[in-house]
């Protein structure tokens, strides 16, 4: 596709770009995942496995255990918004990414436990940290986007990164 009159940016399909993007959040987002979750089984005192990731029978919330997989998810949300921000830096492919990584996230854990994912609590959490993570995500990127371009005498000189 080719720049249209009264568009903004190219919109050209660059699939490379798009598929180095997908592999770096999910790089990235997992990442600081295991790190926080690592904090996380310092302070309960449990072993550090995969299944505080990818088991959704380890997110409740009756033992200090299941509570800090459930901050360590919440807190990685923000985190994930960053890497958006870092990494996609387009308010309008927010949610785009975010929805990719849970869908990704969701056959990843459907993989891992033999079994399509049935708690409530997980689907409750996957669905606030998505939330958090796209709207975050959005508002960095928004207020990137939204930068004042400068104008006046000292701007001629300068060029404008849009």
Not at 88 to 102: G, I, S, W
Not at 128 to 137: F, N, S, T
């Amino acid at each position: 596709m080719v720049k249209t009159a009264g568009s903004f940016r190219n919109t050209q399909w660059d699939p490379i770009l798009l598929i180095s993007q997908i592999v770096a959040m999910q790089a990235v987002v997992y990442t600081t995942l295991g790190m926080i979750m690592f904090f996380m089984d310092l302070l309960a005192g449990a072993n550090h496995t995969l299944d505080h990731l990818f088991q959704y029978h380890e997110i409740h919330v009756f033992d200090l255990g299941g509570r800090l997989v459930i901050c360590a998810f919440v807190l990685n949300s923000f985190v994930a918004a960053l890497a958006l921000w870092f990494i996609v830096r387009r308010t309008k492919l927010c949610l785009d990414f975010t929805c990719t990584f849970h869908l990704i996230h969701l056959i990843i854990c459907w993989w891992y436990n033999s079994a399509f994912p049935t708690s409530f609590s997980w689907w409750l959490l996957n669905a606030v940290c998505g939330v958090l993570m796209c709207v975050c995500g959005e508002f960095m990127c928004l207020k990137t986007e939204l930068r004042e371009i400068p104008v006046g005498y000292s701007a001629l000189n300068q060029r404008a990164d849009l």
